[in-house]
């Protein structure tokens, strides 16, 4: 896929340029817009190589719209030229590559050290593809967070229990020891 990207770069960034955003997407009667749940999405960066080959952003939040990011595909055309496949997303908050790890903590995250600390449990799930900074988001995050409940600015005295896992199609794994095939039990 990469190749077909590549050798039609500049039909991808002409119809990039030419993009015409859809409406918002609307939410559903149904959805649950609970305070108690954030979706967020972090728009990582290019890489180095995307960079070096020329490929443009094929992800993109919208400035005037937050929470919501367009997703753009190049396709293969039935016959003739190949064409730009979009979507939009609508998020709780979009953030975009250019946004620091610690505004993304203090922003939608930070809030729960207050209520972990007063005896709550705070949980943040990452969800991606291999690659698309999971790893490099939520590593910062713990930092930060671990930062703010161990530095003794909150009243008290606590006990702090933290787990990590990671759940990837149907295995389940302790990062916090070894990497360990851990069981996913239901009440």
């Avoid at 919501?68 to 064409?83: I, S």
């Avoid at 050290?113 to 900074?133: D, K, R």
């Avoid at 790893?135 to 003794?152: H, N, P, Q």
């Amino acid at each position: 896929m990469e190749e077909f990207i590549t050798s039609n770069l500049d039909r991808y960034q002409w119809l990039l340029d030419r993009f015409k955003m859809q409406p918002k997407p609307k939410v559903t009667p149904n959805s649950d817009s609970s305070v108690d749940n954030l979706v967020c999405a972090r728009i990582r960066p290019l890489a180095e190589e995307e960079v070096a080959a020329g490929l443009p952003a094929s992800v993109v939040t919208r400035t005037r719209e937050p929470g919501t990011f367009d997703a753009h595909e190049l396709r293969h055309a039935v016959r003739g030229k190949p064409v730009l496949r979009s979507s939009a997303y609508t998020v709780d908050r979009s953030y975009g590559p250019d946004i620091s790890t610690e505004t993304i903590y203090q922003d939608a995250v930070q809030h729960l050290v207050p209520w972990v600390w007063g005896g709550g449990i705070g949980t943040l799930f990452a969800y991606g593809q291999t690659g698309s900074g999971k790893t490099f988001t939520i590593s910062g995050i713990e930092k930060l967070a671990a930062k703010d409940l161990l530095e003794g600015n909150l009243e008290g005295h606590r006990k702090i229990f933290i787990s990590v896992t990671e759940f990837a199609g149907n295995s389940a794994f302790d990062l916090l020891n070894g990497r360990r095939a851990i069981s996913v039990l239901e009440d």
